[in-house]
């Protein structure tokens, strides 16, 4: 489980593992190198509406609307 631990600057949300638990994991290698025995993931605050966004893209309707944007907003 990675918790949450903080938001930096740059607006990535840092989730950080509990150093704990992974010092004894068999399987740490896979995870991470890390010498804390701690895995850092970090995300964008905005990387939920990215997805949303890139799915309606990509999903049939957002195809079809796609081809119609080289008549409106490119000409």
């Given amino acids: ?32 190198a890390s010498k804390n025995h701690v895995k850092v993931v970090t995300r964008h605050v905005w990387q939920h509406f990215k997805e949303q966004l890139n799915a309606n893209r990509l999903s049939v309707s957002g195809k079809e609307i796609y081809k119609h944007r080289k008549e409106t907003v490119e000409r």
């Fill in 1 to 32: 489980l990675l918790a949450y631990s903080t938001t930096n600057r740059l607006g990535y949300r840092e989730y950080k593992s509990d150093a704990k638990q992974c010092s004894d994991c068999p399987t740490r290698a896979q995870c991470t």
